[in-house]
């Protein structure tokens, strides 16, 4: 059995829409399907979530973070639903930036079920006169809800308001999305997109068979973690292609999947895609040691995202005259925070991006071991969108 010993692991986690009854924790799970194969119809709108996000997962403003977890559909939901306002130069940077194909309408095709919570929300200024056609875009094409605030006079009680919003539908994992003078008088409008799930495995990794072992971070050091073990011998979904193996966990219901890639350098992953490397995971018998581990990130994405192509939206002339006529937009920050908790029982996670815009002025057992520094992505594995990324250096972190 080899032992993966490389310097950068990979992993992703895989999420479908649930459905079914779930199995009795007596009984072990029913097998289920663990490939991938993305809609015809969402290929697009997915293949632009992943390369968005893994521009954003190798930015150099975010490279010297040693954990980093990202939601690339929560960052470009938000943005697009600033970007429906966008005009001229400004629209067409932000479309480049999203990777957004065509002129259609790219929004990640991610729906919300009983695992899996997707809330888009929008807060004007009060009496600021927006544009019917841009309601009708956010109401529509995003279907968020809407309502009003006066960051002119009271913008730290309207900062309150929204950040207790946020921390709602995020279980309270994302508490604080705006800090403390991210918003100001001068604000006028406030897009915000929040992702939580919560979700258990088919099968759960045995308490008894976690252990404190070494990992190895990039720099050759080693620290000891708590790394979770499955039953041996157990059947899992897996794959494999010149060097490295991928594995897949399904979660319970059968369609929920995490899968691990061992190791996984970013060029490889650009290279290959995350859709067509999960359609290639077929059933087989695995033997998994991965370490269990929570990350949280939080982040100011203005600069990755003027780095990114798109400065024209934070500029003086950024161009949002479809939103309004009576105040001249630029977006002043974009807000990101995240939380994912990996443990025997399951996957907790939570996304939430905030955009401010203010006025001018079956073979042989394989055995993999996750003891490297490693990348993980959340997807939604019905249409493939990407839903979090995360770079973990140091799980105890």
């Known amino acids: 059995m080899t032992v993966f010993t490389r310097s950068l692991v990979l992993g992703l986690v895989t999420l479908l829409t649930a459905c ?6 007596e009984e072990p799970p029913s097998p289920v399907p663990v490939t991938q194969q993305v809609p015809p119809g969402a290929a697009e709108a997915v293949a632009a979530a992943d390369g968005f996000g893994l521009d954003l997962l190798t930015a150099p403003a975010l490279a010297s973070r040693t954990n980093l977890v990202l ?3 929560s960052v470009s939901i938000a943005v697009q639903m600033v970007g429906a306002g966008a005009a001229g130069e400004t629209a067409a940077q932000i479309r480049k930036v999203l990777r957004l194909p065509g002129d259609g309408p790219p929004v990640p095709p991610v729906a919300g079920h009983e695992d899996l919570k997707v809330s888009n929300t929008a807060w004007i200024q009060r009496g600021l006169g927006i544009k019917p056609g841009y309601r009708d875009a956010l109401r529509s094409r995003f279907g968020a809800a809407t309502s009003e605030e006066d960051f002119v006079a009271e913008p730290g009680a309207a900062r309150d308001r929204i950040n207790r919003t946020v921390a709602d539908q995020t279980e309270g994992r994302i508490p604080d999305l705006f800090p403390e003078t ?5 604000t006028r409008l406030v897009l915000a997109n929040a992702l939580y799930l919560k979700v258990p495995w088919a099968r759960e990794f045995p308490r008894d068979r976690t252990v404190d072992a070494p990992f190895t971070r990039a720099d050759g050091s080693t620290v000891t973690v708590p790394m979770m073990r499955t039953e041996p011998e157990v059947q899992l979904g897996y794959a494999e292609g010149p060097g490295y193996q991928a594995v897949t966990l399904p979660y319970r219901g059968g369609r929920l999947a995490f899968t691990v890639i061992v190791p996984a350098a970013i060029d490889t992953l650009r290279g290959k895609g995350i859709a067509a490397l999960l359609s290639e995971i077929r059933p087989a018998t695995v033997e998994l040691a991965m370490p269990r581990f929570t ?4 982040l100011d994405l203005s600069a990755p995202l003027k780095e990114a192509g798109m400065p024209a939206a934070f500029g003086p002339a950024a161009d949002f005259s479809g939103i309004t006529d009576e105040a ?10 995240t939380f994912v908790q990996v443990d025997e029982e399951g996957t907790e996670a939570a996304a939430a991006t905030g955009v401010d815009a203010r006025a001018v002025s079956a073979e042989l057992p394989r055995t993999v071991t996750v003891d490297r520094p490693f990348l993980f992505v959340i ?7 990407p839903l979090f990324l995360g770079r973990i250096g140091d799980p105890a972190a």
């Open 379 to 385: 997807t939604d594995t019905a249409t493939g969108a």
């Open 71 to 73: 939601s690339p559909v």
């Open 295 to 298: 990350a949280r990130s939080a």
């Open 328 to 337: 001249r937009l630029r977006i002043a920050s974009v807000q990101h925070k």
């Open 20 to 25: 079914g009854a779930e199995p009795a924790r």
């Open 182 to 186: 991210s918003i100001t008088g001068d």
